[in-house]
């Protein structure tokens, strides 16, 4: 496929920055595109890839672990896998605080005690013990 899009076009398909993209080149994470009179053209593909930075953003892989995940290109990508199986631990734990975090807040919707220190209808219990 013949790259054809400008860095606006990626920017404006992807929702990332034309600096964030430029930045990305610099680190490792997208490949440098063919250039067109000087300027950058990306495939399509560019697009893709931007998506999967952006979930692992989202997961709270840093730039480095990214970087690390696309560059893991054994036989069984070890490097990646244990990684990925930090990340879900730590992703678990996350999901476990916050599902304990909206029961709290669930029960404090319907506290209507004067103040939180003065609460008397159970708020300040495990969320799990109700």
Same mark, same amino acid.
């Given at each position: 496929?013949?790259?054809? $899009?400008?860095?606006?076009?990626?920017?404006?398909?992807? =929702?990332?920055?034309?600096?964030t993209l430029r930045y990305y080149e610099s680190? =490792?994470?997208?490949?440098?595109?063919?250039?067109? =009179?000087?300027? !950058? +053209?990306?495939?399509?593909?560019?697009?893709? !890839? &931007?998506?999967?930075?952006? $979930?692992?953003?989202?997961?709270? #892989?840093?730039? @480095? @672990?990214?970087?690390? $995940? #696309?560059?893991? @290109?054994?036989?069984? +990508?070890?490097?990646? !896998?244990?990684?990925?199986?930090?990340? $879900?631990?730590?992703?678990?734990? !996350? &999901?476990?605080?916050?599902?304990?975090?909206?029961?709290?807040?669930?029960?404090?919707?319907? %506290?209507?005690?004067?103040?939180?220190?003065?609460?008397? %209808?159970?708020?300040?219990?495990?969320?799990?013990?109700?």
């Amino acid at each position: 496929m013949e790259p054809h $899009l400008t860095i606006g076009e990626v920017a404006q398909l992807s =929702g990332v920055p034309a600096t964030t993209l430029r930045y990305y080149e610099s680190v =490792g994470l997208v490949s440098p595109p063919a250039r067109v =009179g000087g300027q !950058r +053209r990306y495939d399509t593909s560019v697009i893709a !890839r &931007l998506e999967v930075i952006d $979930l692992c953003k989202a997961a709270e #892989f840093s730039l @480095e @672990e990214i970087r690390t $995940l #696309f560059a893991d @290109e054994l036989p069984g +990508r070890p490097t990646s !896998r244990a990684l990925a199986e930090a990340k $879900l631990a730590q992703i678990d734990a !996350r &999901l476990t605080t916050l599902a304990e975090a909206r029961a709290i807040i669930a029960w404090g919707m319907q %506290c209507t005690c004067p103040t939180i220190d003065d609460c008397t %209808c159970g708020i300040h219990t495990s969320p799990t013990a109700r």
